[in-house]
């Protein structure tokens, strides 16, 4: 059923990814909801089949660890049985739409985002005209209030704002208006027209074919995309999204205009295990609506939680080992895999994010590790960036993983001493070796 992994392209269930522990695949809900009963699946199958580890990713998938040849099989057929699965390895690879995670839930949404994420995963998954597409390549439909998708970005975005629904392109200058009605075929013709225009741009080693929207929009114009698409009427906008730096807290969120709200359950540097997913179904089935809707921020949200609930569930989600609340300092740390599970990192990433919250974080800001420049778990700039390299730690503050470091070749002490030297009354950090990591971390 998978194909074999091969470095360099978008992992997914039927395509996995050589890592440093192993094969690693991604479950791809469909419109940001498990069912409690396909999330205990998956929690089942990356336990029986991979390492136990369970990584919400930026894209609202489940990244699933260590598996081997042996075992890749028997996971994707696991997940195909509760439906997580399309017909083949490319249909698969391009189904890729970033829903919000309430949907029609949110009393103020302005269209039924799921629905329509369910209709243009069907389009991407049973049209073979779009299994070209390149496996990067990504939709995002948000129509979120409570919790809505602001800052993230994809190659086509369909959004809603106070003039109504409208089409916007990543890296293009202009929005396109449109019912509810005409959505889903004006996002089948941008798809069409991109792979009509990539089809052009030469697919050699030396010139690859271009992987996103953005090289599209930059090389002919958004207004151009859209004219190819047969779309008339798009119409320039001061700014486009960029990725945010923040995101929606830990812990429990009113919704406005409803009874019941939605709790956030934060994975702990990016990272859970196994049993925590099972752990939260059942959670869900007790206080929530029996779904877990995924998220781009790597947390799991319970949605239909009373208000009286909130500290019942906010106390299992502790117990669990998740992060519950916003002032958590772990809610302020993102970290990727790292080595030894990357094969590309150069530092244990989560084992020092749990050293230095051992240390005590100082400031508000957002801490990112990232085991190289690439910056996998977080594309964006944050407060402070550590970026490891074959000398240790670069510095970068306020910046991206890949943004020049202020300093370099820093120790995981020395960045805690450097952090904590913002505190007014800093504490000596601890020894290195004192902190534990914590399961399915070190
Ligand atoms: S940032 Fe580098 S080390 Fe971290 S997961 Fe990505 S490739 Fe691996």
Same mark, same amino acid.
């Given at each position: ?44 199958? /990356? ?19 260590? #598996? ?15 439906? #997580? ?38 389009? #991407? ?12 390549? &990504? ?24 003039? &109504?629904?409208?089409? /916007? ?6 929005? #396109? ?110 206080? +929530? ?22 500290? +019942? ?102 960045? /805690? ?26």
């Amino acid at each position: 059923m998978t194909e074999p992994a091969v470095k360099g392209r978008c992992p997914s269930l039927m395509t996995p990814m050589e890592s440093g522990d192993g094969l690693l695949v991604r479950v791809k809900p469909r419109a940001a909801t498990l069912t409690a009963v396909q999330a205990e699946a998956v929690a089942a199958a /990356a336990g029986r089949f991979g390492n136990g580890m369970i990584e919400p990713t930026n894209r609202g998938h489940l990244q699933v660890r260590g #598996l081997t040849d042996s075992t890749v099989d028997g996971f994707a057929e696991a997940i195909a049985g509760i439906g #997580l699965a399309a017909a083949g390895p490319q249909a698969e690879a391009v189904r890729n739409v970033l829903a919000d995670p309430l949907g029609p839930d949110d009393p103020a949404a302005q269209f039924d985002s799921h629905a329509l994420a369910h209709r243009l995963s069907a389009v #991407l998954e049973t049209d073979p005209a779009f299994h070209d597409l390149p496996d990067k390549f &990504g939709l995002l439909v948000d129509a979120g209030v409570a919790l809505p998708l602001a800052g993230r970005t994809a190659d086509i975005m369909v959004r809603a704002d106070g003039e &109504g629904l409208f089409i /916007a392109l990543a890296g293009g200058d202009c929005r #396109l208006s449109l019912p509810e009605s005409g959505l889903e075929e004006a996002v089948r013709r941008l798809l069409a027209a991109f792979l009509a225009w990539r089809k052009g741009q030469g697919s050699a080693a030396a010139s690859p074919a271009p992987k996103r929207m953005r090289a599209m929009a930059a090389a002919c114009g958004a207004r151009a995309v859209f004219d190819a698409a047969g779309l008339n009427g798009a119409r320039a906008v001061e700014s486009v999204p960029e990725p945010a730096a923040d995101r929606p807290p830990a812990g429990f969120v009113a919704v406005a205009g409803a009874a019941q709200g939605c709790f956030a359950a934060a994975a702990p540097f990016g990272s859970m295990e196994a049993g925590d997913l099972a752990e939260l179904a059942d959670l869900s089935r007790r206080f +929530a609506d029996g779904t877990i809707r995924v998220t781009p921020w790597k947390s799991l949200i319970l949605w239909g939680v009373l208000p009286a609930n909130a500290a +019942a569930v906010g106390a299992a989600v502790s117990d669990i080992g998740l992060v519950a609340a916003a002032d958590d300092v772990r809610s302020r740390i993102v970290a990727c895999a790292g080595r030894p599970r990357c094969a590309g990192g150069h530092a244990d990433t989560r084992a020092d994010a749990a050293y230095l919250t051992a240390a005590g974080l100082p400031g508000t800001g957002l801490l990112h590790l990232s085991g190289c420049a690439k910056g996998c778990a977080h594309p964006a700039p944050a407060g402070a960036t550590l970026v490891a390299g074959p000398g240790g730690y670069g510095l970068v503050r306020n910046g991206r993983a890949g943004d020049a470091p202020e300093r370099t070749g820093l120790t995981p002490e020395a960045v /805690a001493r450097i952090l904590a030297a913002a505190k007014p009354a800093g504490r000596e950090p601890p020894a290195r070796e004192t902190v534990r990591t914590g399961a399915g971390w070190g």
